[in-house]
């Protein structure tokens, strides 16, 4: 008992270490984004050394990745508490979602689509295979739709990337100040251009 004692005291003081290691780096990422990453002063934050990170976290691609995986969940879980009664109205309640979440959490938008990793889904396959959360509502919905009668003859998943990429880049632009006026402009405008995008994939007209 006392053997099992002491590894649950060494366990628990593992796990809270490395979310110790997680909540710095974390905070470190949303003050400054992946520039701002330093291991060094995340031992420091934490007080520890920085070799004892890599007991935790195999190499700083990992605490990245690590990051990334935790702005993504935090995205699937804004996704997936939208109402699901009508695709139309979903979509549009979607891209304002997606909308606020770039321009509220700016740092977890960028650690979840923006920053370079080997853990995100990536298109096709891993949105195809179901494991994107937020992928598989927009899959299901377009299903409806199609089951409807109301989606054009286009592949899903091509209608998904081609959303994505519209949403993605109007914002990439608008971040990197590309696009004149404020935020009230932009939101109009980026609106506009998701509402006209799925119209283009409709056989009837939005109202």
């Known amino acids: 008992m006392a053997l099992f004692n002491r590894w649950q005291d060494v366990y628990t003081v593992y796990v809270e270490t490395k979310d110790q290691i997680f909540a710095a780096a974390r905070a470190a990422f949303d003050r400054d984004g992946q520039d701002g990453l330093s291991l060094r002063d995340i031992a420091r934050e934490v007080g520890i050394t920085p070799m004892a990170i890599y007991r935790h976290y195999r190499d700083k691609q990992a605490l990245v990745d690590a990051l990334v995986l935790d702005g993504l969940a935090e995205w699937s879980a804004r996704a997936e508490a939208l109402p699901q ?123």
């Open 85 to 207: 009664d009508n695709p139309v109205v979903w979509f549009e309640a979607m891209g304002e979602a997606y909308l606020d979440f770039a321009l509220q959490k700016p740092r977890r938008f960028e650690a979840a689509f923006l920053t370079p990793t080997k853990v995100a889904r990536r298109y096709p396959d891993d949105f195809v295979a179901g494991r994107s959360p937020a992928g598989v509502l927009y899959l299901k919905m377009f299903e409806r739709m199609r089951a409807a009668g109301a989606l054009a003859d286009v592949e899903p998943i091509e209608i998904m990337i081609t959303i994505a990429g519209l949403s993605q880049g109007l914002i990439t632009l608008y971040r990197a100040g590309r696009i004149a006026g404020g935020e009230a402009e932009f939101r109009a405008l980026f609106m506009r251009a998701m509402k006209r995008c799925i119209q283009s994939f409709l056989t009837e007209a939005i109202p």
